[in-house]
């Protein structure tokens, strides 16, 4: 069966991503094939995806085929036209194409499979009886790829071409320097921040740019790939990266490579019998790995970039696109990709002072809907007309009404924090926090003894809303930070006050009848309800202001509006849909039903069928997981608290607020195993696992106390591990 429409149909239907290639779309993408095949299956290294996306989290790659063209698209995170500007002047461009034009493969049969234990990549290529395979990685430990070439049955003939696209925009320069092919791109003319990337090029076992591979003689192709932001003389830097590379020097690359991606499955697993679910969590985690490392420059709103008109500027979108696929990075325990979430939102505070100064009249800090790394602002001076109208821009400012972006921002923030409790990491980001807590206490009314909130849209352009329930979680998440902050960094404790009393005195979440049931409403007044989106839970989650220690009439609330919303396959947030669910108690046969479902509803590569928004829903599953087997919102540890208990499940290693690593075992109903890592020596509070019994603390080994409950808690020292055991 041919494949070539797979990999590449994703792309054009994601607004025209690949649009340097025509594509003839003869079939429908199916949905991923389970290639698991063997159990118990504890890591990723039994199963395979086809239609791959490779990188090492600052430089990527994509592959393709069309005709007799096998491309490889190569792109990387600080590579952008940095202007603040909108309407396509700025945003992520794509750093250039590796076209390998094989003699007699037009319209050849074209597969690739990809291995997610380390991304290793092969393509088949297929033409009666004969067949080329391509091997391609991208290193993690360095900006080097690797793509091997072998014609196993017969010569063929290659041609290789290192190009980039047109754009008048771009300078371009090209040459051949000692066999070594190289590429500059730079924008440099009209813009607010110069950038440039070099590539270089260079065949091994064979030379030119048209080679005759032979059976049993394969062509290895070395390509390198630097920036202005990483290395002062970007060619030079990559010319002498291939100049230094051999078969020795790739096999020690290779070992590496595979000893990062070993180091990083170890971080924490997940053991679930529904394998489609246990693959998607994987895969979830594989897709940040490969995009999200650089400290600086978090992905852009698709991850990879494949030309230079990427839809929505390729931006960090602020009303949750951006946020969404670091959810669940936390709780993984993948610090190291959730990171560089932040650095933007840093970057831009300034510009967020004018906004909240000249547009709301506040202090603290006011974002638009649409922001680059540096400060830049993608959507800034957005053209009038269409969706976009005259009051949707403020300043020069898109804004579409809301006020909610900044303290968007504070989510992944939030969770950070919660989960390591690093005095470093508090000070880093306490400056936004504290600007988000300041803009809030200026734009709030107080009136009847509650704080309002007056003329936050809480949908892009729905107008003047009162009191929208996104804003009014966004507001008890920063506040309940800051008093978190402030209290363990000591700064600004005189401020607490103010906020304790707006926690108080907030206006409560408003309900309304829906299908004779008390359901949320979008706002008290102003935009009711919207069918297509989950705007209307975000209040739980991200928000984090409902959770099951919440009034059960609250609680109720939430699941009727999860019940009556159904928004399980959403365009717009199934990725807090899920976990919403979990965590206000909604049945969770139901979830697990919706969520497998949800799994397989994608291309091959783990992207959401039907789903324009890049790489927001890349941890859906992953985060969806890691609360049904281990929540601790709230300070309060649930180990399988929302879990069938009729089904064996594990999990090493889920990160929980307080700074614990939680390792526990299920099966025939039973919870085992239950071992908790203390890094930062604070109090620990877990529901009890064991239902009417007693449990045994045992530290470090050694036997201690018997506590006693239906939720125990108990101190804990730096580094201190703590199993416990029924009673």
């Not at 990809?114 to 067949?131: A, D, F, P, S, V």
């Not at 025939?668 to 877990?686: A, F």
């Amino acid at each position: 069966m041919k494949k070539i429409s797979l990999f590449l149909f994703f792309f054009v239907f994601w607004g025209g991503l690949f649009a340097q290639t025509k594509v003839n779309i003869s079939e429908t993408p199916v949905p991923f094939k389970n290639y698991w095949t063997k159990a118990p299956q504890r890591t990723p290294s039994d199963f395979s995806v086809d239609a791959p996306l490779m990188g090492n989290g600052d430089l990527t790659m994509s592959v393709g085929f069309q005709d007799n063209r096998l491309r490889f698209y190569l792109s990387k995170n600080d590579f952008w036209r940095l202007k603040s500007q909108a309407d396509g002047l700025s945003g992520p461009r794509v750093v250039g194409f590796v076209d390998l034009k094989i003699d007699g493969f037009t319209n050849a049969d074209f597969t690739a499979v990809q291995l997610i234990k380390n991304g290793i990549t092969t393509c088949r290529l297929k033409k009666g009886e004969q067949c080329v395979k391509s091997r391609s990685w991208v290193s993690a430990t360095g900006n080097i790829i690797f793509i091997e070439v072998d014609s196993p049955d017969k010569q063929v003939g290659i041609s290789i071409n290192l190009t980039a696209p047109q754009n008048r925009q771009a300078l371009l320069k090209t040459g051949n320097t000692d066999d070594i092919f190289w590429l500059t791109r730079a924008f440099t003319d009209s813009v607010d921040i110069p950038t440039e990337v070099a590539v270089a090029l260079k065949t091994y076992n064979y030379k030119g740019e048209t080679i005759t591979v032979q059976p049993g003689k394969k062509l290895l192709i070395a390509i390198a790939v630097e920036s202005r932001f990483k290395n002062a003389d970007p060619l030079g830097y990559v010319q002498k990266r291939l100049t230094a590379i051999n078969s020795s020097s790739e096999a020690a690359l290779f070992i590496e490579h595979n000893q990062w991606w070993q180091n990083y499955w170890n971080r924490s697993s997940v053991t679930i019998e529904d394998t489609v679910l246990m693959k998607s969590w994987y895969q979830g985690l594989y897709t940040m790995a490969a995009c999200s490392r650089d400290p600086k420059f978090p992905p852009g709103l698709f991850g990879w970039t494949s030309n230079d008109t990427p839809s929505w500027n390729g931006d960090y979108h602020l009303n949750y696109n951006f946020q969404a696929p670091f959810y669940g990075l936390c709780a993984a325990n993948r610090l190291e990709q959730v990171e560089p979430h932040d650095q933007p939102l840093l970057d831009f505070m300034s510009r967020g002072e004018f906004y909240g100064k000249n547009a709301t009249k506040t202090r603290g800090i006011l974002y638009p809907v649409g922001i680059g790394p540096l400060g830049i602002e993608v959507t800034r001076n957005f053209a009038v007309g269409g969706y976009q109208k005259n009051n949707d821009i403020e300043f020069e400012g898109l804004f579409y009404g809301q006020r909610s972006n900044a303290a968007y921002g504070l989510i992944n923030m939030a969770q950070h924090w919660r989960c390591i409790y690093d005095p470093e990491y508090g000070k880093k980001i306490y400056p936004y926090a504290l600007a988000v807590a300041s803009f809030w206490e200026d734009y709030l009314k107080f009136e009847n003894g509650r704080y309002v909130i007056y003329g936050d849209a809480i949908h892009e352009g729905s107008g003047k809303d009162k009191n929208p329930v996104l804003s009014l979680g966004l507001i008890r998440n920063s506040l309940d930070l800051m008093i978190d902050l402030s209290t363990s960094l000591n700064i600004d404790q005189n401020r607490q006050a103010k906020w304790r009393d707006i926690l108080a005195k907030l206006s409560e979440f408003p309900v309304q009848q829906r299908n004779g049931r008390d359901v949320f409403r979008y706002t008290e007044e102003g935009l009711s309800w919207v069918d297509g989106n989950g705007l209307g839970i975000q209040q739980i989650y991200p928000c984090n202001a409902i959770t099951p220690d919440s009034k059960p009439e609250l609680l109720a609330v939430a699941r009727n509006t999860i019940d009556v919303m159904q928004r399980w396959h959403d365009q717009n947030t199934s990725n807090s849909f899920f976990t919403a669910a979990i965590r206000v108690g909604f049945n969770s046969s139901v979830v697990l039903k919706e969520l497998h479902k949800y799994a397989l509803h994608t291309f091959p590569n783990g992207f959401q069928l039907d789903n324009p928004h890049g790489i927001e829903n890349s941890c859906t599953v992953t985060n969806a997981i890691n609360e049904m087997f281990c929540m601790s919102v709230g300070n309060v540890i649930r180990i399988f608290s929302h879990f069938p208990n009729n089904q064996k499940a594990s999990f090493k290693n889920i990160r929980t607020w307080g700074a614990f690593l939680v390792s526990a075992d299920l099966s025939n109903g039973t919870v085992s195993k239950v071992s908790i890592l203390s890094e930062k020596g604070k109090l620990c509070t877990i529901v009890n696992p064991w239902t009417g019994k007693s449990i045994m603390v045992m530290r470090n080994g050694k036997q201690g106390e018997i506590i006693s409950g239906d939720r125990i808690t108990f101190k804990t020292s730096v580094n201190e591990r703590i199993e416990l055991e029924s009673k």
